[in-house]
T-cell receptor, first 112, second 113 residues
Framework: GQQVMQIPQYQHVQEGEDFTTYCNSSTTLSNIQWYKQRPGGHPVFLIQ?????EVKKQKRLTFQFGEAKKNSSLHITATQTTDVGTYFCAGSSGAGSYQLTFGKGTKLSVIP | DAGVIQSPRHEVTEMGQEVTLRCKPISGHNSLFWYRQTMMRGLELLIYFNNNVPIDDSGMPEDRFSAKMPNASFSTLKIQPSEPRDSAVYFCASSFVQGEKLFFGSGTQLSVL
């Protein structure tokens, strides 16, 4: 079945440093979604990427979808303590499919 | 809208007891999901309902798990009998239509002693 690998598993950064998490799928994806889960909280939707090579920005967050639609990344510029949490990617292999395969997530810690 | 509402937030029970988790999806959403989250296995899809009909229950671990959606505004996940390995956070999520972004509830932290 479809597998979505996410690295790194953990990342500790000093406040103000950049952060990147990478997501790789064993199969070509129709779209990829990103979620953020604060400690003790629930996953919250951030963004969905659909097109090959797509790049989207949300303030200090930049999301990319690979040309082959098998990988994606989330980059945070100048991290803040409010960025603390676990970031998950979730891939879907069929347009309109309900089947989202979640990566294990990258847990980000920001040292003030 | 209040979002996806789950109850209880926390459940502590003894092995062998029946556990029932409840979920109220966002009004108007036609897709409902039950996920389980553990450190070892991450987020796993247990069951998916579309328009109140179970479409995919292949993620349900075994016969001890069952889920129902009697109407568009309510779903339950039942574990009978519960076992310590069932300890996890159980999330309910809904989406407006299939394939769209998921809205998660606050989850139920289940501890089976």
């Amino acid at each position: 079945g479809q597998q979505v690998m996410q690295i790194p598993q953990y990342q500790h950064v000093q406040e103000g440093e950049d952060f990147t998490t990478y997501c790789n799928s064993s199969t070509t994806l129709s779209n990829i979604q990103w979620y953020k889960q604060r400690p003790g909280g629930h996953p919250v939707f951030l963004i969905q990427l659909v097109k090959s090579g797509e790049v989207k920005k949300q303030k200090r967050l930049t999301f990319q979808f690979g040309e082959a639609k098998k990988n994606s990344s989330l980059h945070i510029t100048a991290t803040q303590t409010t960025d603390v949490g676990t970031y998950f990617c979730a891939g879907s292999s069929g347009a309109g499919s309900y089947q989202l395969t979640f990566g294990k997530g990258t847990k980000l810690s920001v040292i003030p | 809208d209040a979002g996806v509402i789950q109850s209880p937030r926390h459940e502590v029970t003894e092995m062998g007891q029946e556990v029932t988790l409840r979920c109220k999806p966002i009004s108007g959403h036609n897709s409902l999901f039950w996920y389980r989250q553990t450190m070892m296995r991450g987020l796993e899809l247990l069951i998916y309902f579309n328009n109140n009909v179970p479409i995919d229950d292949s993620g349900m671990p075994e016969d001890r798990f069952s889920a129902k959606m009697p109407n568009a505004s309510f779903s339950t996940l039942k574990i009978q009998p519960s076992e310590p390995r069932d300890s996890a956070v159980y999330f309910c999520a809904s989406s407006f239509v299939q394939g769209e972004k998921l809205f998660f509830g606050s989850g139920t932290q289940l501890s089976v002693l």
